[in-house]
């Protein structure tokens, strides 16, 4: 069963704390792209990675980290600098060829206490 | 810098009801445009994908259109159903933003019976 999984669904984070969530894909895709959703912002890129152990920033990476060591997986780190994270973050994948669409997962929804 | 914009924000109908939903964007040269479906809390889901050499699209009871020149596209739904109630998002890939799509900010679309 194809398809893109993020995990956890819920993330509970103390002010100060790093947390990671998991981006994984079983589709093949070369590119993979983390999305922060605010309500009534609509969505925005944080970063995106076009190949393995490649990756660019996107319009509101501060405060953000990212890896590819591997092509099904692109985690992405909240680091304590980024100073607004509440949020609902998704993740995307695509062949990475012109016109190709993105896929994108369930989502993840963190909250700071 | 690309825009999207999409009005109007929030629109109610009765069940049956065909409706048009809009997109209009600043910047013509794109590779595609997508329109997707998003459900409360829940990740997106492609409905249909326009490449810039395409005028429209058809899948179901959607048509969407692309009209590159004035910069718009609608999202047509035909005989409204309540299961129809989300939020649509329109999508640009344009061709100096890299890989990454830029988002409107959505229409919520609400369907009574």
């Known amino acids: 069963d194809g398809g893109i999984t993020q995990s956890p669904k819920y993330l509970f984070r103390k002010e100060g704390q790093n947390v990671t969530l998991s981006c994984e894909q079983n589709l093949n895709h070369d590119a993979m792209y983390w999305y922060r959703q605010d309500p009534g912002q609509g969505l925005r890129l944080i970063y995106y990675?076009?190949?393995?152990?490649?990756?660019q920033k996107g319009d509101i990476a501060e405060g953000y980290s990212v890896s590819r060591e591997k092509k099904e997986s692109f985690p992405l780190t909240v680091t304590s600098a980024q100073k607004n994270p509440t949020a609902f973050y998704l993740c995307?994948?695509?062949?990475?060829?012109?016109?190709?669409?993105?896929?994108f997962g369930p989502g993840t929804r963190l909250t700071v206490l | 810098k690309q825009e999207v914009t999409q009005i109007p924000a929030a629109l109610s109908v009765p069940e049956g009801e065909n409706l048009v939903l809009n997109c209009s964007f600043t910047d013509s040269a794109i590779y595609n445009l997508q329109w997707f479906r998003q459900d409360p809390g829940k990740g997106l889901t492609s409905l249909l994908l326009i490449q810039s050499s395409q005028r429209e699209q058809t899948s179901g009871r959607l048509n969407a259109s692309l009209d590159k020149s004035s910069g718009r596209s609608t999202l047509y739904i035909a005989a409204s159903q309540p299961g129809d109630s989300a939020t649509y998002l329109c999508a640009l890939l344009f061709l100096q933003a890299g890989t990454a799509l830029i988002f409107g900010k959505g229409t919520t679309l609400s369907v009574s019976s």
């Open positions: 995307a994948s695509s062949m990475d060829r012109e016109g190709d669409t993105q896929y």
């Open positions: 990675s076009q190949i393995v152990n490649d990756f």
